[in-house]
């Protein structure tokens, strides 16, 4: 009984080893469009003044996560934006006179966005830099659609995470799936696409990467060299356990 307790908190430990939390901050000025993009990239949208990279980057919220295509990550966010003196109440955006939504993009290979002004919003890009032809965009500018349980963006695709939950404030916490051949999460807030030089205001965003959907069992973890070297050890102690009891014996 010792010995299967001792292994099953090996099991334990080597499962816990591979959840992180990733704690970022992501400033009004954050434009998803410039995603993977070199420093003096400019974005220049549909209005007069333009974003460039790095000022209005938007944030790498992946850092040190596993990136695994098919698992999924989770959201803790708090914090607000203000759009040109529209100040959200929430991570999930705020109406705003005729600005409570907006439709932005596509630009550099990402996607179109359609939602809430003032909230956060991610794509998953891969190793490379975005361009191309983008995805067709998600139409998040629905109350339906931003309380999915779970959302499974495509590649360089934008989706609306808000605070992470199916309510404003309230409800279960969201799966986002990670997509095929994402290597990177880069973080922002909505805006028209070279909007956001002149928002203000910040997101805390605290991304965790826990595991693979609920529907699905979760992958068997490969074991690290700390883990196979405990495990080596608890059978050294085990086999020469056994073996002091046999000595005895005889």
Do not use: E
């Amino acid at each position: 009984m010792k010995v299967a307790s001792a292994l099953a908190a090996t099991v334990l430990l080597a499962g816990s080893a591979f959840a992180a939390t990733n704690q970022v901050t992501v400033p009004g000025t954050a434009d998803v469009w410039l995603a993977g993009q070199a420093n003096g990239t400019i974005l220049q949208g549909v209005y007069a003044l333009s974003d460039s990279a790095p000022a209005n980057s938007p944030v790498l919220g992946s850092t040190g996560l596993n990136m695994t295509a098919g698992s999924y990550l989770t959201f803790a966010v708090t914090g607000t934006t203000n759009y040109n003196g529209c100040q959200s109440t929430t991570p999930d955006g705020n109406p705003c006179g005729n600005f409570s939504t907006v439709t932005a993009g596509p630009y550099f290979g990402i996607s179109t966005y359609a939602g809430p002004i003032n909230a956060v919003i991610g794509v998953f890009i891969g190793p490379n830099t975005p361009g191309g032809t983008a995805p067709a965009g998600v139409d998040f500018s629905s109350a339906g659609a931003q309380a999915q349980a779970t959302i499974s963006p495509l590649l360089n695709q934008v989706f609306f995470i808000g605070d992470g939950l199916t309510g404003t404030g309230s409800g279960s916490v969201q799966q986002f799936i990670i997509p095929a051949g994402a290597t990177r999460l880069y973080l922002g807030s909505s805006d028209g696409a070279g909007a956001n030089y002149n928002n203000s205001g910040s997101f805390s965003v605290s991304v965790s990467d826990t595991g693979t959907t609920s529907t699905a069992p979760a992958p068997v973890p490969a074991a690290s060299a700390p883990i196979l070297l405990a495990t080596g050890l608890l059978l050294i102690v085990v086999t020469g356990y056994l073996l002091m009891g046999r000595t005895h014996a005889a």
